[in-house]
């Protein structure tokens, strides 16, 4: 019984430690020639971690950490010399064409068609989920539920550098004002170029989500009345179809 105790303490520690310890994400975004933006996501200090970055003209790179273990995610290749030989295309046959458009045009004359009265039932039980999600309680509950994800997972850091000058100068004071409105403390760093059309400067982004407070979010989802109600009607037609 001690064992079995001990056990459960220390499985619990461990889903308490994934949900209310951090991932981090950052996007690294280079406006110059050539274009360059990296994504990272990381978690309990690259215990897991994924890298996708792209430069412009070139193919995305893909690096993948698990269990600090580097593995880069390559796609795998033949070597030049036990590539497949492919044989040369069959040349298609006339007679099978005329043989499956004869058969074809055949089925099109002769088969009955379906009532319009079949095909409405048979939409309505396609489509039996349309009115629970298209009224205006679950899309309310939906809509809240990514507000909170939104605020949860909102930018924690935002650093511009560098200079940005777009072709025309009213454009630039444009976003110049745009960014001092919204976001001064990141455009402090940033120089604007009212004469001439320039992009060299970076962007950096970065946070952070707790798993144990997007599991909250879903679970309060979940439960809300709108979604037990869709959940409730699935059990049922589940059910109707089961019995025919």
Excluded at 91 to 104: A, C, R, V
Excluded at 195 to 207: F, K, P, S, T, W
Excluded at 216 to 229: E, K
Aim: aromatic share 12%; proline share 6%; hydrophobic share 40%.
């Amino acid at each position: 019984m001690l064992i079995l105790i001990s056990l459960l303490a220390f499985i619990a520690m461990l889903c308490s430690l994934f949900l209310f310890l951090p991932f981090t994400y950052s996007l690294n975004l280079d406006i110059r020639s050539p274009f360059h933006v990296q994504a990272v996501l990381s978690f309990l200090n690259h215990g897991l971690y994924y890298e996708w970055d792209y430069t412009f003209g070139q193919k995305p790179r893909k690096i993948c950490y698990t269990g600090w273990h580097e593995k880069m995610a390559v796609r795998q290749e033949q070597p030049p010399g036990n590539a497949p030989v492919q044989s040369a295309p069959e040349p298609e046959s006339l007679e099978d064409d005329d043989t499956l458009s004869e058969e074809m045009l055949r089925k099109a004359l002769h088969d009955p068609q379906v009532p319009e009265s079949e095909d409405s039932s048979a939409a309505s039980d396609t489509f039996w989920w349309k009115d629970y999600v298209l009224s205006e309680e679950f899309l309310s509950s939906c809509l809240s539920f990514f507000l909170r994800l939104l605020h949860h997972s909102r930018i924690r850091t935002l650093q511009t550098t560098g200079t940005l000058g777009l072709p025309q100068p009213h454009q630039t004071g444009m976003v110049a004002g745009f960014l001092y409105m919204l976001l001064p403390e990141a455009a402090q760093d940033l120089q604007f170029d009212f004469l001439e059309e320039v992009y060299d400067c970076h962007i950096r982004i970065a946070g952070r989500i707790y798993p144990g407070v997007i599991a909250l979010y879903a679970l309060s989802f979940i439960v809300s009345r709108p979604v037990r109600r869709l959940l409730w009607a699935a059990r049922q037609h589940r059910k109707e179809l089961a019995h025919g």
